[in-house]
């Protein structure tokens, strides 16, 4: 009798894991769609393009060319950024503005937004018709340069630090991710032997999406410095004769009223000599100026010129905001 209950047992135990098998068994998995990666290989050592993580940003797209309709709440999405070595081999290039060597004034550099959801495939079916819809964002930036610890090999630094605007005017904070290129350059001679200068072709070694903790640190100086040059830029804060408030802008807007004065009526240029004057007077202020910020960053000149040796850029003052900066 007992044998006959505990086969009976067995029965319904087994009888129960078939009937919860076969529930198993009907349970339908969605196929998983993947994400196009971080970082894509499109020449390698010479053009990539990256998703720039954009937590929270404002998503929206274009309806007409003044007007979009914002997405509420915004999807994850992230900045499009292409990195790419010129044909030359002497410049990188990021969102076709160059950003190495250092130019004298900062470049505007803008970039799109894309779904973090999207596959690459589907990114690639739907890039001309999305595209033109997508909202280009100027962005606002710090950007960073020093050497590496490896011969004739360069970090830069980019770090987007806000949307110069959204879907409100008010600039967009970020600036917890950081895009750190390791860049390689060659010397090679000149073609000609009277030909100056150091001829150099680059090539990316490396290309790191990081927390902002996480960066390289760069090296420091015997005076306990870090050796670098930073570079930050805010579009709200420039125009096309310079950066507001600084003595660089005064000065191009000066010649920019000199020149329309020049070009205009005979009865405007009755006030040449006037203004000649004036120029004179605001070129002296600015040569005493100058020579006292030579005087206290005689040290950091030195730093620089070690840091990008023959792309060191050409003398100027307040472009673009250069700082050595010290962090743990």
Not at 94 to 121: C, G, K, Y
């Amino acid at each position: 009798m007992r044998s006959f209950s505990l086969f009976g047992l067995v029965a319904v135990v087994v009888a129960a894991s078939s009937s919860l098998e076969h529930k198993v068994e009907e349970i339908h998995v969605p196929a998983v769609q993947e994400a196009a990666p971080v970082i894509t290989v499109i020449d390698a050592n010479k053009t990539y393009a990256v998703k720039y993580g954009c937590a929270g940003c404002p998503f929206g797209l274009l309806k007409t060319p003044h007007a979009a309709e914002w997405i509420h709440p915004p999807p994850q999405n992230s900045l499009m950024l292409t990195l790419a070595i010129d044909k030359s081999g002497s410049a990188l290039f990021l969102n076709d503005e160059r950003v190495f060597p250092l130019d004298p004034l900062p470049p505007r550099i803008s970039a799109v937004q894309v779904p973090m959801d999207h596959a690459e495939d589907e990114a690639d079916e739907q890039a001309e018709e999305v595209m033109s819809k997508r909202i280009r964002f100027p962005l606002q930036y710090e950007h960073t340069v020093f050497r590496a610890e490896g011969n004739g090999e360069v970090w830069l630094q980019f770090n987007v630090t806000g949307l110069a605007w959204g879907e409100e005017a008010a600039p967009f904070k970020l600036g917890h991710t950081v895009l750190q290129v390791l860049l390689r350059e060659q010397h090679v001679r000149p073609e000609t032997p009277g030909q100056k200068g150091c001829g150099h072709a680059l090539s990316i070694a490396s290309v790191q999406v990081v927390e902002e903790k996480d960066r390289v640190q760069p090296p420091r100086m015997k005076c306990g410095r870090l050796a670098m040059i930073r570079t930050a830029f805010d579009p709200n804060e420039w125009d096309d004769y310079g950066k507001f408030g600084t003595w660089a802008r005064t000065w191009n807007v000066a010649i920019g009223k000199l020149g329309a004065l020049w070009s205009g009526s005979s009865q405007s240029n009755l006030l040449l000599p006037l203004s000649l004057l004036l120029a004179a007077s605001i070129l002296v202020v600015r040569c005493i100026w100058q020579l006292r910020q030579q005087i206290q960053a005689c040290g950091d000149s030195a730093a620089e010129s070690w840091l990008l040796g023959c792309h060191a850029p050409p003398a100027y003052a307040d472009i673009p905001v250069i700082k050595i900066e010290q962090y743990d």
